[in-house]
């Protein structure tokens, strides 16, 4: 069965830095495979922080534009969140997720939660 465990979270001051990791399992490939992170903060929706589609072409959230970079090794079927110079509207659970094989983006630069399948369990990150 399909799973995906993030790592990574933790602690980190203003202007900081941090790297996620999602290790995803269950799947013989990654490649052609649409996936990106989410986000929850406490009292506030789930949000699109960045996505990967089928193509390898990223997308990012207006909120971390600029500073936060997604990326995928699909030989070892990880993906990744560089986040750098994270502020405290940062601090929330972050989420992996992946799309079903060779789906695209229903949204030209957004991230739809519909369009994705699986989700992990989360990882969180706390910016102080």
């Known amino acids: 069965h399909v799973q995906l465990v993030e790592s990574g979270g933790g602690s980190v001051q203003a202007g900081g830095s941090l790297k996620l990791s999602c290790e995803i399992s269950?799947?013989?490939?990654?490649?052609?495979?649409?996936v990106g992170w989410f986000r929850q903060a406490p009292g506030k929706e789930r949000e699109g922080v960045a996505g990967?589609?089928?193509?390898?072409?990223?997308r990012y959230g207006d909120s971390v534009k600029g500073r936060f970079t997604i990326s995928k090794d699909d030989a070892a079927k990880t993906l990744y969140l560089q986040m750098t110079n994270v502020k405290s509207e940062d601090t929330a659970i972050y989420f992996c997720?992946?799309?079903?094989?060779?789906?695209?983006?229903?949204?030209?630069?957004?991230?739809?939660?519909?369009?994705?399948?699986?989700r992990g369990q989360g990882t969180q990150v706390t910016v102080s």
């Open positions: 269950g799947y013989t490939t990654t490649l052609r495979r649409s």
């Open positions: 997720a992946t799309c079903t094989y060779g789906s695209k983006f229903s949204t030209p630069t957004q991230l739809a939660e519909g369009d994705f399948r699986y």
């Open positions: 990967i589609d089928r193509d390898g072409s990223p």
